[in-house]
């Protein structure tokens, strides 16, 4: 009986790196959104956490949103200086979400950078294609941002920041997933009117989901 167990034991080591090789790789790129900032455990409140558990073992979902982060390589904040970039394209995904323009879309920094935002957003996607990689692709729109004081930033994510984001996904084939339209109605999901809560992180990983697995 030992020596079968030692057995199996063995056949499972050997056996581990091809079962993880077999998942598919998705890496969450985006800001505090994204991140899970003010969740009470955003390890596993955040919506990529939510999207690992509706993908299943199959998928493995890194999350790589870093608070206050934008898309321009310009700005203080930028995505492109942090660590986690480097971790998700590290990573080697074969499903990346690319979740910013948020922080790009307060009206003063757009104002700063937005002749840069177009071929910024341009630059990352090529960069998760370097090496001949082909990955799937999709660029987000960002969650509504509610109430009267986010009304500015709100309205600049809708008319400059969502058309730039689509014609760079018509530009290269991407697929969308349209954050922006699904939250409307749930404001109530955003406490501070532009993070959202746990019921709030949840929609967003279903709305993740179904763009990912639509037959679903």
């Not at 341009?122 to 987000?140: Q, S, W, Y």
């Amino acid at each position: 009986m030992k020596k079968n167990t030692t057995m199996i034991g063995l056949v499972a080591f050997l056996l581990f790196p091809f079962l993880v090789s077999a998942q598919t790789r998705v890496v969450c790129v985006g800001d505090s959104i994204t991140e899970g900032w003010g969740l009470t455990n955003a390890r596993v409140q955040a919506y990529p956490a939510t999207l690992q558990e509706l993908l299943g073992a199959n998928y493995k979902v890194l999350n790589c949103g870093v608070s206050g982060s934008c898309m321009v390589k310009g700005d203080r904040a930028t995505y492109w200086k942090s660590s986690r970039f480097v971790q998700a394209t590290n990573f080697d995904p074969q499903i990346v979400i690319i979740k910013l323009g948020t922080n790009d879309g307060d009206p003063p920094r757009w104002n700063a950078h937005k002749g840069e935002f177009y071929d910024d957003y341009l630059a990352m996607i090529n960069e998760f294609r370097r090496g001949g990689r082909n990955p799937k692709i999709f660029v987000c729109y960002p969650v509504p941002c509610f109430g009267t004081v986010k009304a500015p930033q709100d309205r600049t994510i809708k008319n400059e920041v969502i058309p730039l984001i689509k014609k760079i996904a018509e530009s290269q084939n991407l697929s969308i997933i349209d954050f922006n339209a699904a939250l409307q109605p749930y404001g109530n999901m955003f406490p501070d009117n532009i993070h959202p809560n746990a019921e709030g992180a949840k929609k967003m990983a279903e709305i993740a989901y179904k763009a990912i697995v639509p037959d679903h």
